[in-house]
């Protein structure tokens, strides 16, 4: 497993952006595919971006698609969320995810995850 800490949370204006990174520890990080899921007060955790390990294919949730672009530097060992164009109802404490395996939506796939950073959209 890796160890996963995320970062770059805080409060924000709707329609402005923020970018999350999750630093990963371990030298086989790009053997992962890395996943960011959110968790908002009362509500399941939820998917919302994914990327294979090798620069491959990604992967959105509806509701983000178009707004928030996941990447990453395997050199770095981390992975990127950029959230622009933020709404009220992306608040939410955001997790970091490593699958040692091809992932995709399910929280069930990933092996590892970080502490969470708390993203906070005022009106």
């Known amino acids: 497993q890796v160890q996963l800490v995320e970062s770059g949370g805080g409060l924000v204006q709707a329609g402005g952006s923020l970018r999350l990174s999750c630093a990963a520890s371990g030298r086989t990080f790009s053997d992962y595919a890395m996943g960011w899921f959110r968790q908002a007060p009362g509500k399941e955790r939820e998917f919302v971006a994914a990327i294979s390990g090798s620069f491959g294919p990604t992967l959105y949730a509806d509701s983000v698609k178009g707004r928030f672009t996941i990447s990453r530097d395997n050199a770095k060992n981390t992975v990127y969320l950029q959230m622009d164009s933020l709404k009220p109802e992306d608040t939410a404490v955001y997790y970091c995810?490593?699958?040692?395996?091809?992932?995709?939506?399910?929280?069930?796939?990933?092996?590892?995850w970080g502490q969470g950073t708390q993203v906070t959209v005022g009106s």
């Open positions: 995810a490593a699958a040692r395996r091809p992932a995709g939506r399910g929280p069930n796939e990933y092996d590892s």
